[in-house]
């Protein structure tokens, strides 16, 4: 595979430059809009909050949510660490079957442009039985990020509760074993960043999305305008993806990624899907 995002190239290549129209016509404002909800607050006035963020925009952070301080920047670290690695490292895992390092994403819309970053993806379900597929090096890679999927989990869980009860669902509406999957992008540094793309419009297909962001990227549409999400210091963005939105029962925004660091997916059995309005 040719590394050209780690060779620190000088000139962008052609088949990282995508049209014209498919780039972002202007600067996108960071706002202070997006819903921040503190989860230390009284269940019922959190749950309220919740429907509320998700009726209005499909996204929220949250605060005061659990997870330590320290395993957040240790997980970080560690992907920090593992995109450090040689090339040829790295690549060991390009064509792993349930691990996947890629330094050429393909452009979801088109055949011929690439995304300008480095992505790293794997499972993180319940009972570590997907770690022995995850990197070996660095060498606490697995301890960490075995402990940050599982508190991340956690979390995900205790957010599925208070929407069910703000919705006036049956607790556990959503169920338990949610399939979890981790994925990093890594967005290096460009030599023509104006000209290129790290990520481009989409909606997220899983249930819902939680990103922890170090530095600022994440961009949402809401109102046919995209507005950035300012990142909090040590708290998730969470975003309720496609399967909310086909309920009826809030919308499904689209995101736009320029540069953020860290996602878990959970998803959903759908076949256990009970539609709350029949």
Known sequence: MANII????????????PPMHE???ASVPIVKEIPVIDLGEDRTVVARQLVKALEEYGFFQVTNHGVLEDLMDEAMEMYEE???LPVEEKEN????AKTLYTSNPKHYNSKDHKYWKEVLEH???????DKKTWPSNPPKYREV?????????KLSMIIFDLVSKGLGLEARYFGKE???KMIVHQFPVC??????????GHCDPNLITIYQQKVYGLQILKNEEWIGVEPLPHAFVFNFGLPIMITGVVPGPCTWVSRVSLRALNDWDYNNFKDPNP
């Open 178 to 180: 949610h399939k979890q």
């Open 145 to 153: 990020i075995g402990a940050y999927s599982t508190e991340v989990r």
């Open 93 to 96: 895992y390009a064509n792993a």
């Open 191 to 200: 030599p023509d960043p104006s000209s290129t793309l790290g990520m481009d």
């Open 123 to 129: 499972n993180c379900n319940i009972g570590g039985q």
């Open 23 to 25: 780039r972002p016509l």
């Open 6 to 17: 780690s060779s620190k190239v000088e000139v962008l290549p052609p088949t990282y430059v």
């Open 82 to 84: 593992f995109f450090n």
